[in-house]
C-alpha cells in the first residue's frame, strides 16, 4: 500500500515518472528488509537494461533525425499529396497518408505529431482547414507511427516478454495500414460537418512519376528494415544500424545535407531521447521485481479470473484497464510494469504472445492520443498553439474509430495473426 500511495503523491507533485517509479520501488524495497534489499537495486537496475535488443532503440531514433534532417519529410507529404490530395479534403486524407511513409523512417508518435504539426497544420490552415481539426488529424495519424514497424514500443515489448520483435513488426503493418484508411473514410465522411475545402487538381501521371522519383530513397528505408528482419537476414538490432547508414549515406553523399555540427546536434537529441526512455526502463525494473517478489502479478490475474473466464470478456478488460491507466501514465512505463502481470493471464486463456503483444501496443499507442496526458495532444498543442480540449474535442470520431479497430484485431485472431502466420513467426 506504501509503495502506491508513494507513487501516486509522486506522479501527482510532477516528479517525471522514471524517478517516481524508481523511488517507489525504493522505498518498496526499504519496506521488505531495510538496507539489506535497498542495495539490490542497482543490480536490478542494470539487469532491466542488460537486454541486447534495447541497442536498437537509440540506432531507429538516430536513422529518423537523420532522414528527417535531409528533408526527406517534405518528400513523403509531397508524394502523398501527389497521391490522394485530389479528394475533397484532400490535405487531411495526405495528412495521414504520410503518417504511413514516415512511420518507416521513425516509429515514433510524438515525432510524426511534432514534424506535421510543423508543416501539415499550417498548411492545413493556411488552405481553410479549422486549426483545431487539422491537429486532430494530426493526432489521430500519429500513432501510425508506432504500429507500423519500426516501433520503439514493440522494441521493448519483445525484449522484456522474449517475444520475437521481427514477429510484433510483421503483426503491426496491417493495423497500421487499417488505422489509415478507416481514418481517410472518417474524414470523407465528415468532409460537410467539418466544412472542408474543396477537391484540388488531380497530379498528372507524368508529374507522379517525377514525384516518385524524388521520393524513392526514402521508401528504401522500411524496405531495408522491414526485408532484413522479416527475411530473417538479420537482427532488429542490425537492421536499425544499417539503417542509420544507410541514412547517412543519403544524407551526405546524395543530398549533401548533413554537416560535422548538424550531425553533433542530431547525436544529442538522439541521446536524450534514448535517456528518457531508459531511465523509465531501468528504474522500472526495482518496482517491476518488487512487485514480482510480493506476488502482485498473481493476486491482480486472480482477481482479473475471478470476474469471468470467458476469454472474450478478460481480454476487453485488459484493454479497458491499459487505455484508462495511458490516459495518466507513459506508456512505456505502463508497458514495462503491466505486461509481466497481463501477459501471463492472456496465456491462460490462450492467447498468443505476439498476439497479445498487438493488443498491447495498439491500445498503448491509442492511450497516446487521449486526454488529459496524451503525448501527441501535448506535442501538438505546443507546437502549434492550440488548446489541447479543442484537439481533443474534434478527435473523438478518429478515436472511436481506431479504438474499433483495436477490439476487431483484440477478438479476430486469424487477422491479427495473418502476416506473423504467413511469415512464419507464429
Known sequence: MIVGIAFVVLVLIGMPIGFALGLAGIIGLIDMGGGAFFALAPSKMFNGLNIFPFLAMPFFILAGEIMNHTGITHRLVTLAQALVGHFRGGLAHTNMLASVFFAGLTGAATADAAAFGRTLVPAMVKRGYSRDYA?????AGSIIGPTIPPSGLMVVYGSLMGVSIGGLFAAGILPGLLICLVCMIVIAVGVKANNLPEAEARSSFRELVQIFKSSILALFMPVIILGGILGGIVTPTEAASIAVGYALFIGVVVYRAITVPDFIGMLIRTARITGVIFVIIAFAAILGWWMSFNRIPQEIAEAILSISDNPYIIIALVIVLLLAI?????????????????????????????????????ALNISLMTPPVGACLFVLSSVTGERLERIAAKLWPFLIAEVVILFIFAFWEDLALALPRLLGFA
Open 326 to 362: 495511458g490516459m495518466v501514465m507513459d506508456i512505456t512505463a505502463i508497458l514495462i510494469l503491466l505486461a509481466p502481470v497481463l501477459v501471463p493471464l492472456t496465456e491462460q486463456i490462450g492467447l498468443e504472445p505476439i498476439h497479445a503483444g498487438i493488443i498491447f501496443i495498439l
Open 135 to 139: 491537429c486532430a488529424v494530426t493526432a
